[in-house]
């Protein structure tokens, strides 16, 4: 224990409880703290009090979509990592949320492999960054 | 109108293919490629489905919708196909498949499907996909028995289709909604006046003629076996019930109930009324607000035990899940006095493992005991002396109990809540196994598994594939020949070179399965993930990584293998909140696949492979295979087909003649005869290279030429044009060989992909000798692993699922056997000799000599 504070905080945003609950359970398990919510209204509100480093999200949602959910997650914080999953992936959409920013666009059903691994893609990236700011620190 | 009706109408008004235009073979070859590949996908989207089972993948109930939306489009455009290749012979398999159809669409919809006809299910009969009809309580009491064969009471279910009839019959829905409505516009809340009353509709009502008829005829037969005047206990099993609901003591159970229909519907009714409660109405508002599925009710009727002691056993701690103790609660007499606390009862704790140790026992003072009274009814009787302080049950008893509990938690994969009773003579008897209620202090543990897990020795990891998530524990059971398996012990860990399903033996007792070689396709994991085993394929080294003996954690959903028993991990597993089986779009999915995968029409021959008879879309696409092959083999079109399409005759030097009919690529510039240099089909030189293996012809019954044969079997036997036909395109082949009075024929398709691909042999043996020349087919066949279903002398083989250079091999010893079959036929011989000339074939040699 103790280390809580230095694990990789996800959030995960989908309207399918199924899909919020198992990704909690097997993103926990593999030591991420996860928060999970049912709507893009809430995940934004909730992201002005807290930081998340990877946002996972729905991409079609009553409310707000996950394209919209990218963009404020990335003006709050441009370091987030923002992984939309879809289940219509369709090449303008995708085309749109690699142009604002997104990590990357998975479509569903999607293996959990395959989840995990674009997850920890994203985990190492921040990692580096965060090194590679701690050495420039360092260096001045 | 639905989807489907709307595309059957227009299919009907299509007047493209009327019967009487005889569809040239090309048309007809072009249209059975269009019906395989509307079949061959329709069987991915299902497969597709299927895996998704194993928990490998997040999906959601738009994936299932989707999916089965396109498998229904895709099942409807086979069907058409087939329809169109046969000029309409099958139309009503649209209305068979629109029947399912209907019962997935209500499924989807969240309604329970309407067609569970049967009105009385015994528990012999029950198996798992019927929890619809029977609920999770039968279900679970008819697994005990079936699957771990556990003793039960003899008894049946009423199924939630005759509740559903009782309640249409008597209006009772309008009814309760009507006083509902009344109750409500008074006061807000359902007073218990409400509840009395609509119980009392319930009891008031009457039994439908027929379900009282099957439920009477039930009773004679229940009651068949026994001497005296017979008595039934009559329990409640909800649809929910025992699942994620737990309803423990919602509902009422009627015991020691006279075995005639009178009573029977009495206490029938009493359990049904049992839903109209407080209780019951809370948990449905708050777990299932929108679904009709939770009001219906399957009632277990089984024979009154009458025991001389029961009790209650937890197969494992709830207060502590961890420590590795079995709990027995036991009284003399019926277990009533056990369940409903009121009497100081014997508790007997004890270790989980052999040798069963018992740890604590606590004898309690049990003044009181519950009997069967006389005419019917239980009472509680006191009981007085040196008799209710002495310990209700003995050593051996309490280890059988505890023994028995862990195979069905082995089984259940969660710690389980079990009612049992010692018959008047000795038998132990199951009366029902249901999740055990965790302590709350055990679920709200905060652990950070994840820290936890770094501190184990990791023996494998992701050195194979999942095909069914979850996690067990248990000692390694290395299995070198497949006869072992019957020494598996239950809890154990299955470690085996290939996936077989033949471990569907084993797969109730295994805590979790590894393969060498394997793929989560195969029928295995399918097996696997019905009993919801862990299991992780394809390692490459399992079984000669672990030790027999061995105690290890198999993690199917990290795909790791530990050293030893992890308890935080099993612990994890139990507590954890989410249980795939229990999720919403898991159990969706498994109903709907119920419709979809089963296939109930393996036998041609029989007199339900028909269109009525098919039961789910696999028949149906199993029936549109069988009979396009028909189609494209009708025997009467081979004249036809010799004239129309320009048969070319193969030049191969064995004494066989054989007509190629070329439907596209299978032959390479033949012109009137074709050497065998230029078969381009795949399968058919594969065939046709095994014929002309020169050993297979090198016996000493190669004197049979074509003269000698045509002497022995009449003119022209063996050569006559037209009888031996071969239909090929670079793909496929569907060869018919006549010699003598038998009849051979063999339908291959061979393609890339290996789901496509299929070989089916049948022969039709007519001379005297049929049976000793089918016995060398059979054991032949069944050594190259083609299953094999005999009826009368009608020998029928098949093969799926394989890769073409497998494909290649097995029809090059079809080849090479059916060659050796025609000279075979000459010879006279008894079974000894039938076994040996099998082997010697099977190893290569092919001598054959007159008895």
Known sequence: MGRQEDKCRLMVIDDE?????????????????????????????????RHYDIILTDFRMDGMDGMKVLVSAKEKNPSSKVIILTGFAETEMVREAFRKGVFDVLSKPVEIDTIKQVIGRAERELNESKSAAVAAAGGL | MTKVMKKIIVAFSKKESTSDIKLSLRVVYNRFRQMLNSNNHALEIMSDMGNKLGGNYIFDINYIKKSYSEFSDTVFQSIYNLNALSQNKYLYLHRVFERINTQVNRILQDKAPVDLRETVLFYRNITWEMSDAVGGKNAALAELANYLNLNIPDGFAITTGAFREFMEYNHLEEKIESLK??????????????????????????????????????????????????????????????????????FNTVLNVPADITSL??????????????????????????SDMMAAMSVGCMKMVEPHVSGVVYSSDPDNIEKDVVIISAN?????????????????????????????????????????????????????????????LSEDRIKAIVRHAVIIENYFKKPQDIEWSVSSSGELVFLQSRPLKISESQLKTHEDIYS????????????????????????????????????????????????????????PKAAAIITDVGTPTSHMANIAREFHVPTIVNTGVATSLLQNGQEITVDAEDNKVYDGTIKELIRYNITEDINLAEEKEFKILKKILRYMTPLNLTDPLSGGFTSEGCQTCHDILRFIHEKGVEELTNAGRYKEILHDNGAVKLDIPIPMEICIVDIGGGLNGANGKAQPEQITSIPFRAIAEGMMCPSVWHSQADSISVPVAARRY?????????????????????????????????????????K?????????????????????????????DMRVDIKGSVIIA??????????????????????????????????????????????????????
């Open chain 2, 181 to 250: 409505a009344d109750y409500t516009s008074v006061s807000k809340d359902l007073d218990d006046a409400f509840f009395e009353k609509a119980q009392q509709l319930v009891k008031n009502g009457r039994l439908p003629a027929h379900i009282e008829a099957a439920l009477d005829k039930a009773l004679a037969r229940l009651s068949s076996g026994s001497a005296k005047g017979s008595y039934v206990a009559v329990r409640s099993s909800a649809e929910m019930e025992d699942s994620e609901f737990s309803f423990a003591g919602a």
């Open chain 1, 17 to 49: 409880s199924i899909v919020c609950k198992r990704l909690k359970q097997i993103m926990e398990k593999a030591g991420f703290e996860v928060a999970v919510f049912g709507d893009g209204v809430h995940a934004v509100e909730e992201l002005n009090n």
């Open chain 2, 452 to 507: 936890t897990l770094k501190k184990y020795n990791i023996i494998l990891e992701n050195q194979g594939i999942i095909s069914c998530r979850g996690i067990g524990a248990g000692k390694v059971f290395v299995l070198r020949r497949m006869e072992d398996l019957r020494d598996f012990k239950s809890g154990s860990v299955l470690v085996a070179k290939h996936d077989s399903s033949q471990f569907i033996k084993i797969m």
């Open chain 2, 265 to 290: 519907a009495e206490a029938y009714k009493t359990v049904l009324a049992s839903l109209y409660s407080k209780e019951v109405l809370a948990y449905q508002k708050h777990h299932a607000p929108q």
């Open chain 2, 756 to 784: 496509e691909s299929h070989v089916y042999f049948r022969f039709v043996g007519g001379t005297q000798k049929k049976s000793q020349l089918g016995d060398l087919i059979t054991t032949v066949l069944r050594e190259l």
């Open chain 2, 714 to 754: 009449g003119r022209g036997a063996l050569c006559r044009s037209g009888d031996n036909v071969a239909v090929v395109s670079q793909e496929y082949v569907n060869l018919t060989l006549k010699f003598g009075h038998n009849f051979s024929m063999i339908d291959c398709y061979c393609s890339e992909n290996i």
């Open chain 2, 798 to 851: 098949r093969t799926d699922n394989i890769s073409r250079p497998e494909m290649e091999l097995l029809l090059n010893s079809i080849g090479r056997l059916t060659a050796y079959m025609q000279q075979f036929d000459t010879l006279v011989c008894d079974d000894q000799l039938v076994r040996h000339y099998s082997t010697s074939f099977l190893h290569g040699r092919y001598h054959l000599s007159q008895a």
């Open chain 2, 332 to 392: 003399r007499g019926l277990c009533t006095t056990v369940t409903d606390g009121t009497v100081d009862v014997d508790v007997y704790i004890v270790e989980k493992n052999e040798p069963y140790k018992i740890l604590e026992r606590k004898i309690g003072k049990k003044n009181v005991m519950a009997v069967c009274d006389k005419g019917g009814g239980i009472k509680n009787v006191p009981v007085s002396g040196v008799d209710s302080q002495r310990p209700c």
